[in-house]
């Protein structure tokens, strides 16, 4: 929580609608008036913090940990210095809590800044807040609430939803359209041309890009995301997707709703990917492909083929995990299999030699 703000235990529970189990030699009442002024992990918080406990791993810490209130899956005997409330899940708990009680986001101040450049038949939705220097071009449809940050560019006939945020340094190239409560992290730019380009007597000709970018509602993208526009059509994001930092997205890629694309991941041109996606860091994906639903992809794997509904895989090229799994631990045990390999090859030498 942020400093000068104050939250007691009681009204965390309230919030997360959690049981209390008060510390060794402290009784319900002190419990539920404990004062909370910040956040931290088991190891670090002290008496005026909120922890968590979320990942078994950390268990050992319960029982030293300095924090005021540590949020648990399951009641655990009183501890010695901190009050646990009981919540169905934890790190979801803490999420809402710092939410409702920590520090808010800073933004511009409602309305258009003096310094913004505004272009013609441009609707500006109300009390949308649009910062210093941001630009926003002709024929545009910017929804009510939502917030450009100084230096954001959104060029002509963009429409933007309603509660939507777009941080400094993002833009929104032409035509492509933005759903309600999509969130454009630093330096994202959505709309780029896609890589398009054919080699005509040893020359790259480009290839035009004239489709768009389409972000369905409640999509947050990370820093320095790049999403191509579709070279004909729309390359669309679906709702409620979170893409991580340093993603690239190209031409004609369909990504379905409620799927994580982890950091430094690439999808290259017109592969589908369906519902509730995981796609890990550094992962590639090859392009004209279709993945099915719940598809999970673990880090730095290379997919180079379709993907069934519910398919997890792993390595490169991208193979079902158990297998690659298997492979792997068989591959650490060559070097000692090559050894007794050899040993028997000298010692069926040693038996050849005796032979008449």
Partial sequence: MAAGMSATVGQLAAATKGRIVPAQGLDEAAAVARVLTGVGGLGDAGPGDLSFLANPKYLGLLATTRAGCVLVGEAKPPLANAVQVVVANPDFALAQLVAAFGPQPVHPEPGIHPLAVIGVRTRIGARARIGAYAVVGDDCEIGDDVVLHPHTVVAAQVR???????????????????????????????????????????????????????????????????????????????????????????????????????????????????????????????????????????????????????????????????????????????PEALERLRRLEARIAELEKGRP
């Fill in 160 to 334: 933007i939803g309603e509660g939507s945020v777009l941080y400094p340094m993002s833009s929104v190239r032409e035509r492509c359209v933005l759903g309600a409560r999509v969130t454009l992290h630093n330096g994202v730019v959505v709309g780029s041309d896609g890589f398009g380009y054919a080699t005509i007597d040893g020359v790259h000709r480009k290839i035009p890009q004239v489709g768009i970018v389409v972000i369905e509602d409640d999509v947050e993208v990370g820093a320095n995301v790049a999403i191509d526009r579709a070279r004909f059509g729309r390359t669309r994001i679906g709702a409620g997707t979170k893409i991580d930092n340093l993603v690239q997205i190209a031409h004609n890629v369909e990504v379905g709703p409620h799927s994580i694309l982890v950091a430094q991941c690439g999808i290259a041109g017109s592969t589908r990917l369906g519902r509730h996606n995981v796609i890990g860091g550094q992962v590639g994906i090859a392009g004209h492909l279709t993945l099915g639903d719940q598809v999970s992809v673990t880090a730095q794997s290379g997919v180079g083929k379709n993907l069934p509904t519910g398919a997890v895989v792993r390595g490169s090229p991208a193979q079902d995990f158990k297998t690659q799994m298997a492979q792997e631990v068989s591959a650490r045990k060559l």
